[in-house]
């Protein structure tokens, strides 16, 4: 019988354009939480092609799996994306070629929307 990964961590980091990106876990869920939404972006631009997205997204899923954990993006207190051992990739991960990234379209519009302000 296999027990779940306990993580505990709080990890801070700062890009070059001194943003800083936290990330945290409560037990099981290991939340990253963006500033804004070009972070996002030049993450995606880091992967440039759709096949190594989509691959490299199926890489950390099956690690959740293993750990059995998930990983959420959070952005002004909303989660705007989830990927989970079980994730089946929607609308928009399909679109953006994330993989089973689910993305969660209105909350990411409000975030953005409420971070431009």
Do not use: C
Request: aromatic fraction near 4%; glycine fraction near 6%.
């Amino acid at each position: 019988m296999s027990h779940p990964l306990e993580i505990s961590a709080s990890l801070t980091l700062v890009n070059e354009k001194g943003e800083r990106i936290l990330v945290h876990t409560d037990n099981h869920v290991i939340t990253v939480e963006l500033p804004n939404a070009s972070i996002g972006r030049s993450a995606m631009r880091q992967l440039p092609g759709r096949r190594q997205r989509e691959k490299t997204i199926g890489y950390l899923q099956k690690s959740l799996r293993l750990a059995e954990s998930e990983l959420e993006f959070r952005m002004s207190q909303r989660r705007i994306a989830q990927l989970t051992p079980d994730s089946r990739p929607n609308l928009w991960s399909w679109m953006l070629g994330l993989g089973a990234l689910k993305i969660e379209i209105i909350p990411l519009l409000l975030a953005v929307l409420k971070a431009d302000r």
